[in-house]
């Protein structure tokens, strides 16, 4: 038995994170991973997530200014730069009215562009009506975020187990005992921050909300025109308020990744093989050809990755006794991290609560 005082289980972006700030403000923590560094079975590898600032919602308006100066202070501390900033763009019928409203309400600049005059400044794309450009949005460069945490934690002490899988074996009065591949560990808190994996090792020590666990295909499109500027874009859905049916970024030498949000298959984390659905192909490249001139409406190359997502797509970071729980992040999780990271840890110490927005079922 080896004693330490937090033990993360998942060593994706958001277990990552949280190791890297644990260490970094004294506590001896192991990070376990039960697959290989830098795999792709979980939501966290790849070469590129959206950060953006615009959202319809305060709360995570706040969340994502805090990312972003966290965001720098990393790059600082790494020496690489890991967020492109590029601008982004919204657009869709309610896009300005509740991005645009949202952004204003918490003083976050931004700029409306009539539908003409954004088409003529992106030519690329197609929109319906105004759009809300915020030029703080870019692009994260997923793997080397990942591989920075996990470097930048293992300098300040902590210990990361890949290729180790783990699970809450006993939770005692004082501690809890978490046994793994490598050996068993007593640590004062467990933090589950394994994705769609969270259900099978948390749900029966807390009660967690329903997670959808789906795989997701976004792809890249080929650019026809290399002059073309490629803002980051989200395009809302003209029925909902706040749910958004496409998503892209251009990735220098591979095109533009393009994906239709939470539009995949339900499927077993665990399962070796994940079938693509030609349905879902289809229906991309019917989105690509209709809003996005500028590109190829044939993809090179499709992307695996999963989500785990609450019904309201709200994250789930919370604490019962001396488990900690990060899950939920619903396909739009990652630009969080260096915030989520830091609460998750402090949660694990003791500092603060969850917010309420965060809670599990019951609050």
């Known amino acids: 038995m080896t004693r330490t005082d937090v033990v993360v289980?998942?060593?994706?972006?958001?277990?990552?994170a949280t190791a890297h700030w644990l260490a970094a403000n004294g506590t001896k923590v192991v990070l376990t991973e039960q697959y290989s560094r830098g795999?792709?079975?979980?939501?966290s590898h790849g070469d590129s997530r959206i950060f953006r600032l615009a959202y319809p919602d305060g709360d995570y308006i706040q969340l994502a200014r805090q990312s972003l100066t966290l965001w720098h202070h990393l790059e600082e501390t790494c020496g690489r730069e890991l967020l492109v900033r590029t601008g982004g763009v919204d657009h869709g019928l309610a896009a300005v009215a509740a991005v645009g409203g949202a952004l204003e309400q918490h003083g976050v600049g931004f700029e409306v562009v009539p539908g003409p005059t954004a088409m003529d400044r992106w030519p690329g794309m197609r929109f319906e009506g105004e759009v809300v450009f915020q030029p703080d949005a870019g692009r994260l460069q997923a793997g080397d975020v990942v591989d920075s945490l996990q470097d930048l934690a293992v300098g300040d002490g902590a210990t990361v187990l890949f290729d180790c899988r783990a699970e809450i074996a006993r939770i005692g009065d004082t501690s809890v005992v978490v046994t793994t591949e490598r050996g068993d560990f007593e640590a004062a808190t467990v933090i589950v921050a394994a994705g769609p994996w969270v259900p099978l090792l948390a749900s029966r020590h807390v009660e967690l909300p329903e997670l959808r666990i789906t795989h997701e295909e976004p792809a890249y499109f080929p650019v026809r025109s290399a002059s073309d500027s490629w803002p980051v874009f989200v395009h809302y859905d003209a029925s909902e308020r706040s749910s958004f049916a496409g998503y892209g970024m251009e990735v220098p030498g591979r095109g533009v990744k393009v994906g239709l949000h939470a539009s995949g298959s339900v499927i077993d984390p665990d399962a070796s093989e994940r079938p693509s659905s030609g349905e879902v192909r289809e229906r991309l490249a019917g989105y690509v050809a209709s809003w996005l001139p500028g590109l190829e409406d044939r993809p090179t190359e499709t992307v695996s990755c999963i989500y785990d997502s609450t019904p309201g797509e709200d994250f789930v970071i919370d604490r019962r006794g001396r488990v900690v729980v990060a899950t939920g992040f619903s396909g739009h999780g990652f630009k969080f991290?260096?915030?989520?990271g830091q609460l998750v840890g402090r949660l694990a110490r003791g500092e603060v609560d969850s917010p309420p927005r965060f809670r599990f079922r019951g609050g």
């Open 9 to 16: 289980i998942g060593a994706g972006v958001m277990g990552s």
């Open 39 to 43: 795999h792709q079975r979980g939501g």
């Open 337 to 340: 991290a260096p915030a989520v």
